[in-house]
């Protein structure tokens, strides 16, 4: 996500996807936020005790229920035992990008277990379910150059986090991106204030990439993604690059992109 005109604001991330925010190539203007994170259970409905705290949206597919939080909240599982599971997909917040010829921001972290993970790799394991309550944390997007915020479920003989998003760099003062989920892009304002790109947390996204090009007013370089680095412009060094590509994930029935760069 990059922007290339003065005095506008640049694309903030997608809601509750982790999507990164844009970078800015103008001094006067300013870069996007981080998209908030989400968190979703899916459990067979024979199992699915109906207790719930929050605003989690509830639907049905076939014969499995489906928990999709968009805020913090909470369920509450009756009894049960480890034969007893739960599928996940968790995607933590995204993280916001860079003024001034910045950096973009990062992908929220993203981890499932239906279908490949961030940083292309394996499925998790779903959740064995035990009697108890499972406490979902969802991650706030970060404000521009600002880190992305964790997703969490914690709850009885579990604990899964979804790191924030890295931020982008601040191409006006030479500030360094920030790892996270997926890792901040560099700034390209300057050859002497350029912040280095970020690393992404294994398994969960890929690293931000440079600058475009190491001379004055190049393009900053974009955040990475759950199955993809952040991309470089060698084209024109002068724009900046896309971010990362996300990850498709059908957990609710619908295929459904999460933690873009």
């Known amino acids: ?37 989400i968190a979703i259970l899916r459990l067979p409905t024979a199992e699915y005790s109906g207790v719930i705290t929050g605003n989690p949206t509830v639907t049905a597919s076939g014969s499995d229920t489906i928990i999709k939080f968009t805020g913090s909240g909470a369920y509450t599982h009756g009894t049960g035992s480890f034969d007893e599971t739960a599928d996940f997909t968790i995607v933590g917040g995204g993280g916001g990008g860079g003024d001034g010829h910045g950096g973009g921001g990062g992908a929220g972290g993203f981890r499932t277990s239906t279908g490949t993970s961030g940083g292309n790799s394996s499925a998790e394991s779903a959740i064995g379910l035990l009697a108890g309550t499972y406490t979902i944390t969802v991650g706030g997007g970060g404000a521009r150059e600002r880190t992305g915020s964790n997703s969490t479920i914690a709850g009885p003989a579990c604990g899964i986090i979804a790191y ?17 989920g997926s890792g901040g892009g560099g700034a390209g304002f300057t050859a002497s204030l350029h912040g280095s790109a970020s690393a992404g947390i294994t398994a969960q996204g890929f690293a931000g990439c440079a600058d475009s090009a190491n001379f004055d007013y190049a393009g900053g370089g974009a955040g990475g993604g759950a199955s993809q680095i952040g991309q470089t412009n060698a084209g024109n060094p002068y724009n900046g690059s896309n971010g990362g590509t996300g990850r498709a994930n059908s957990i609710t029935g619908s295929s459904v992109n999460y933690a873009g760069g």
């Open 1 to 37: 996500r990059y922007l290339n005109h003065h005095l506008q604001h640049a694309e903030d991330g997608d809601l509750n996807t982790g999507g990164g925010g844009g970078s800015h190539r103008a001094n006067l203007g300013t870069s996007g936020a981080g998209g908030s994170g």
């Open 164 to 180: 924030g998003g890295g931020r982008g760099a601040s191409g006006t003062v030479g500030d360094a991106s920030r790892p996270g």
